[in-house]
């Protein structure tokens, strides 16, 4: 069973948060194969932030945050045992690379303007005929308006990803977009009809059981 898990930036803000992450991660790999994209969190909106100020266009702001995407996954791969030693930066150098006994997680970050790490991942899932796509977040699923500002938000347990992709057309895209899925990564999610779950990953157990079929979050199934 292959697996691939995007993880947003929030997750790589200090030392502790991500060894965690990496416990659990190591724990996943070893009955599935795993593939983990990694997001810009603050870090990457702060710096893009400084850039429009300067008069960055939007192309310009995505590669900025792009590029703190690798050096987060350089972060998480420092913390790992058996990931491949480099973040891969295209689809086919991970599907060349495979996974094997010295290095079974593969790790990438941002790869083009245009698109959040969720439709990486998104992309990747397709591209490696994944099983699962695990969305993890900072909240505990899709909600019809961000929770954080909107106390009042309606969670979604269960969508279809037809459903999905008209929840999220109504997003603006922009370089350091904060929402929880993409307008391109929910399209891609229809298309590959690959099962998605969105979860909260404050608690990093939590992941290893949504693997197992155990979660709180949000399911986007194919039909």
Sequence with gaps: MKVVISLSGIFFEDATRIKQMAE???EIAKSYGLYIVT?????????????RALGANETICDYIGIAVTRVNAKLLISALRSAHPEPFSAYNEVAGAGLGEEARISVMGGV???????????????????DLFIDVTSVDGVYDADPRRYPEAKKYDKLTAKELVAL?????????????????????????????????GNNPRDILNAVQGKHHGTVINPE
């Design 24 to 26: 659990v991660l190591e």
């Design 112 to 130: 083009s303007p245009g698109y959040t790490t969720d439709a990486v991942a998104a992309i990747l899932a397709e591209y490696v005929n994944a």
């Design 39 to 51: 997001g810009g969190g603050k870090i990457a909106r702060e710096r893009i932030k400084i850039a």
């Design 168 to 200: 999220t057309a109504k997003e603006e895209l922009k370089a350091g977009s904060r929402i929880v899925i993409d307008p391109v990564a929910a399209k891609i999610i229809e298309r590959s009809r690959i099962k998605t779950l969105v979860i909260d």
